[in-house]
């Protein structure tokens, strides 16, 4: 039997420069409050719908937008601007 610890650390993803394939692993929340834990410019990110359709945020400029809400496991793809840096997830 193998005993895993658990730890008090945020779950956190890094991310790189360019297109990064994420599973969102933070609560249901809408997109701005998922993504206050990014500390790296990204200029949109994607999630498929149910519909099979993309959805896509764009930081702003809501009048692109038509992902307001991520679900926790939701698989996205994001496109980094900036140097390397990390997502954190909240609860």
Known sequence: MWTQAASNAAPMV???QGWNGVCY???SVSVDSATGG???PYSVIYALA???TWQRSVP???SVC???YLEEFT???ILVT???GHWVFTP
């Open 14 to 16: 890094s991310l790189t």
């Open 25 to 27: 692993a933070g609560g």
């Open 82 to 84: 900036g140097d390397a």
């Open 75 to 77: 698989p996205v793809v």
């Open 66 to 68: 038509n992902l307001s």
């Open 50 to 52: 149910p519909d099979q």
């Open 60 to 62: 702003g400029n809501p």
């Open 38 to 40: 990014i500390d790296v």
